[in-house]
């Protein structure tokens, strides 16, 4: 089985899972090993999978202060968050209602073959900061994820995919909706059960 001749969402979902645990090392949208980030997210990805959420992107919360050369201090923060795919018939509707109801996160969904239709109140912001890391007051650097509802994704190469195509996906970013601590893979997770209940 390979993803371009996967014949079904469920055949991708395994493929995905066979990423996650290191059998293979590459996909349509991920060349190379996971980060070592990742690892610690692993368990709870898996759950998801074996609820039929195909996630693609993810990291955690990380808030770490270093002293570097020269006795410079470093902050470095990361926001929690998970981007992943619901085929049409998991009642991905009904998913974001209920994340949407969540005080701790901001929520975007999107149908992947017809551009612009995010759902409506998808958060909308054009870029969502997910890293932010200071040297020194004067010198600051971030790392944005981009949300342009505008955007066609359909043409991305795990779009392209015929069994992604007969799915009727819609991709979904949930992050979280400050710079504190949240365990987003739990907190989708259960999300998920309850949608799906």
Not at 3 to 8: D, E, H, M, Q, V
Not at 15 to 29: A, C, F, H, V
Not at 103 to 110: C, G, L, N, S, T
Not at 154 to 174: C, G, H, N
Request: aromatic share 12%; hydrophobic share 40%.
């Amino acid at each position: 089985m390979s993803w371009n001749t996967s014949t079904s969402f469920s055949a991708l979902i395994e493929l995905n899972k066979k990423l996650l645990q290191g059998e293979i090392s590459s996909s349509p949208y991920w060349c190379g090993p996971l980060d070592d980030e990742t690892f610690f997210l692993v368990p709870s990805l898996l759950k998801l999978h074996d609820r039929h959420i195909f996630t693609f992107s993810s990291q955690p919360y990380v808030r770490e202060r270093t002293r570097g050369d020269g006795g410079k201090l470093y902050d470095h923060w990361q926001r929690a968050f998970i981007s992943f795919i619901v085929p049409e018939e998991k009642t991905p509707n009904q998913l974001f209602q209920v994340l949407k109801a969540k005080k701790d996160i901001q929520v975007h969904a999107r149908k992947v073959y017809s551009s612009g239709a995010a759902m409506s109140g998808s958060f909308a912001k054009a870029k969502v900061v997910t890293k932010y890391r200071r040297s020194s007051p004067w010198r600051r650097w971030k790392a944005a994820t981009s949300i342009d509802p505008a955007v066609d994704i359909s043409e991305e190469d795990l779009y392209r995919l015929e069994a992604m195509k007969q799915a009727q996906p819609w991709e979904f970013q949930v992050v979280a909706a400050s710079w504190k601590d949240i365990d987003i893979a739990r907190l989708l997770l259960g999300a998920v059960e309850e949608a799906q209940a």
